[in-house]
């Protein structure tokens, strides 16, 4: 992540298969939903990591959760910090920006809660912040957005950006192909450009587009919101007078790619998104749009930062593992959601 962009607090993005501590599993976007499910946030119900223990003060700091996905991170936290007797969640506001995220972290720093978890409006502008709370001896999880330097963390927590694109890439390459579709017109809808996550997304579409030797025609830039989805899928439709595929990095900005498609009645080509919410699911059990498919990035990562949180507070490992503490970083994988297997997905959809 670099420049910020002021609609950065609208960022969201996909799932992650891993069920760490809590047993925590995936989600998606475009839902505003008040509380999370049993799926995405619950503390197992055996086991000595679960033993109410010392009590740990976990700070917490997300940027507004008018959007989807971002409104899905808080809600997992608050439900999964309330599954456990011995945590305290003191959630404080992000604030319009990276300065007044960072204004209101350092003012929680001085209150020297046990651990803070936080996911930044940007995480290069957000990387000082890390190290202030890090050499205060505050551990940090990091949050989706990462720090650049691995001493602003104890633990960060991300989902595999470039394996979305990926996954994106791999579904589309096998409908071509099946379609016998050999020089294919593909359009790319990302997210905000200056992200460091969006890049990563892109690389990993490209690379395995090139390596069955395809490539895509035309790029228009969203801002992970509805509007800037519309306008963006607009801009690709005038500038391509026929596609055969198309990936639209997000979910929530889906929503206006999917009021540009019928605004444009242009039905020739399928779709695959990004996220995995429940509403681009319930499209893709249906099979009545244009959208077949999207590539997950959960925010039940949330939930796997707050059960975590705990663990490091009180001086555990996790469980499963060998190893004494809770490992430095954890990767999401991305799945690939298509009709086959969308009614496996939806009770975990947020």
Excluded at 59 to 77: K, Q, V
Aim: aromatic share 6%.
């Amino acid at each position: 992540m670099t420049q910020h962009s002021p609609d950065l607090s609208r960022r969201r993005m996909l799932f992650g298969g891993v069920a760490v501590g809590a047993g925590v599993l995936l989600a998606g976007c475009t839902s505003n939903e008040s509380s999370p499910t049993t799926a995405q946030t619950k503390a197992a119900a055996t086991g000595v990591n679960n033993e109410p223990g010392k009590k740990v003060v976990i700070g917490f700091s997300a940027p507004a959760d008018d959007h989807g996905w971002i409104a899905a991170i808080t809600n997992n936290a608050k439900a999964q910090a309330s599954a456990f007797s011995d945590v305290e969640l003191k959630p404080v506001a992000a604030g319009a920006d990276p300065a007044a995220q960072r204004a209101a972290l350092s003012t929680l720093v001085s209150q020297k809660p046990d651990v803070i978890v936080v996911l930044p409006h940007d995480g290069k502008e957000l990387n000082a912040f890390g190290l202030e709370a890090m050499t205060a001896g505050i551990p940090v999880i990091n949050l989706d957005r990462a720090f650049p330097d691995a001493r602003a963390y104890r633990l960060q927590i991300k989902g595999d950006n470039y394996g979305m694109g990926v996954a994106a890439a791999t579904y589309i390459i096998a409908q071509l192909k099946a379609k016998g579709v050999s020089n294919p017109v593909i359009g790319e809808i990302p997210g905000i450009d200056a992200l460091e996550l969006t890049q990563e997304r892109t690389k990993g579409f490209n690379d395995t587009l090139a390596a069955s030797g395809f490539k895509v025609a035309n790029r228009r830039p969203a801002e992970f919101t509805v509007d800037s989805g519309q306008q963006a899928a607009t801009g690709l439709f005038q500038a391509l007078p026929k596609i055969d595929a198309i990936w639209n990095h997000d979910d929530d900005q889906g929503v206006g790619v999917m009021a540009a498609i019928n605004q444009s009645g242009r039905k020739e080509f399928f779709m695959v998104g990004g996220a995995g919410s429940k509403k681009a699911m319930e499209d893709i059990q249906a099979d009545n749009t244009v959208l077949k498919a999207t590539v997950t990035y959960s925010p039940s990562m949330a939930s796997s930062a707050i059960s975590l949180a705990r663990l490091i507070g009180q001086g555990k490992g996790m469980s499963d593992l060998v190893e004494l503490q809770v490992p430095k970083e954890i990767v999401l994988a991305s799945e690939t959601i298509t009709k086959e297997n969308a009614s496996n997905y939806l009770k975990l959809g947020f």
